[in-house]
């Protein structure tokens, strides 16, 4: 087992300074900065449990009625996969989790 160490990586990238980009590859990285905006939609919060125990999510607030019934009904099939709490995630380790 590989120990923790994070004091001395187990893997050091290479220096990479000295190497150029194509002027193609940076023009699509400039273009992608301004496009990826992360939480830029409306988001909806959906409770799959009861008013005593919640189970919130947030699901995109702009989709189409029909497809966010559809992706409700199958969140809520398949609830019980979820973990919700650290007492649903057996077996995690404590030095882990324990704060």
Same mark, same amino acid.
């Given at each position: 087992?590989?120990?923790?160490?994070?004091?001395?990586?187990?893997?050091?990238?290479?220096?990479?300074?000295? @190497? +150029?980009?194509?002027? &193609? $590859?940076?023009?699509?990285?400039?273009?992608?900065?301004?496009?990826? !905006?992360?939480?830029? =939609?409306?988001?909806?919060?959906?409770?799959?449990?009861? @008013? +005593?125990?919640?189970? &919130? $999510?947030?699901?995109?607030?702009?989709?189409?009625?029909?497809?966010? !019934?559809?992706?409700? =009904?199958?969140?809520?099939?398949?609830?019980?996969?979820?973990?919700?709490?650290?007492?649903?995630?057996?077996?995690?380790?404590?030095?882990?989790?324990?704060?």
């Amino acid at each position: 087992m590989i120990s923790p160490n994070f004091e001395f990586p187990v893997y050091k990238a290479e220096d990479e300074e000295n @190497e +150029e980009i194509p002027d &193609e $590859i940076s023009r699509l990285l400039e273009q992608e900065r301004g496009n990826i !905006k992360p939480y830029g =939609e409306a988001l909806e919060v959906i409770n799959l449990g009861t @008013e +005593e125990d919640k189970k &919130e $999510i947030k699901i995109g607030a702009s989709l189409d009625p029909t497809v966010k !019934k559809q992706v409700i =009904e199958l969140l809520k099939e398949y609830v019980d996969i979820f973990a919700w709490s650290y007492r649903d995630m057996q077996g995690l380790d404590t030095d882990i989790v324990v704060h």
